[in-house]
């Protein structure tokens, strides 16, 4: 079986996985994570950790538990996050919220957090559950951080950088390193996968950014321009904005400010976009971000493994959603 074929397997393992963790003697509570767990997710995060014990070696099934673990985590992030942004679809589905309450919804992702960190404690390594720990207190941080900056049109490039690492990346690089510890690598092999993963991060969600501009609601499954209707700035806008006139200014904070932006409105920010620059250096640095990543692998020699992590990352920057 070749590596391709065996992840399938695996995948397909991991699905098993999820269902058991997701398991509750309270049948709502499976049913609210199963509707967003099986709402079209890639499992990035799963094949990471999966590649990345195979890297060095491993192939038990504390690789799946790990993955599973980390998927349900996420998982119930995308729950909450859509209580807190009040979304209705997530990738062209309605979201949880809209078919439960809000309040069923928090109390499922709270339910699905402490599954995950039961199947975390069954893995027995002390190590792993205090990396995934802290991974999830980031990810807290995070989204407070971001919401205490809603509505902030001087939202610097570092302070983004900060919320997207610790929303996004930290829990891509917990993955990789956790199954870096799985496989037994040795200090500066789980270093380079962890920066692998932290970069690959990063690169993921700059470029899942630029397509809330640029693409459509049937690609996407949500409105493109969400995130400006929120009041979240994200790295397009606040690159943009640098080279914007006072009046242009004046334009963007009103839309912010009536959180809600039309099919005009959204034209004119694409347009905005395109002439300040917004998007194309939004794109330069994920560009930049998959490069580091790509040039942590350079410690281990060539693989299979290896070059599953490379198509990986070729993959992040040219999706479409």
Known sequence: MDLLDSIKFTMERLE???????????????????????SGGKRIRPQL?????????????????????????????????????????????????????????VLGGDFI??????ALTAIGNLRILQIVSRATERLSEGELFQMMNIGNLELSEKSYFQVIADKTAILMEAACRGGAILGGLDSNKEEALATFGLNLGMAFQVTDDVIDYRSDRQTMGKNPGKDIEEGKLTLPLILGLKNASKDEKLVIREMVDNKKISGADLDWLRDFLDRTGGISEALEISRNFLDKAVEALDIFAESEEKNALVKLSDRILHRTY
């Open 49 to 105: 950790c999966v590649i990345s014990a195979r890297m060095g070696g491993y192939e038990g099934a504390d690789s799946i538990k790990l993955s599973g673990a980390i998927e349900c985590i996420h998982t119930a992030t995308l729950l909450h996050d859509d209580v807190v942004d009040m979304a209705d679809a997530r990738r062209g589905r309605p979201s949880a919220n809209t078919v439960w309450s809000n309040e069923m919804c």
């Open 16 to 38: 098993t996985e999820l269902i058991e963790q997701l398991k509750s003697r309270v049948p709502v509570a499976f049913e609210i994570g199963a509707h967003i767990m099986n």
């Open 113 to 118: 957090l402490a599954r995950a960190f039961s």
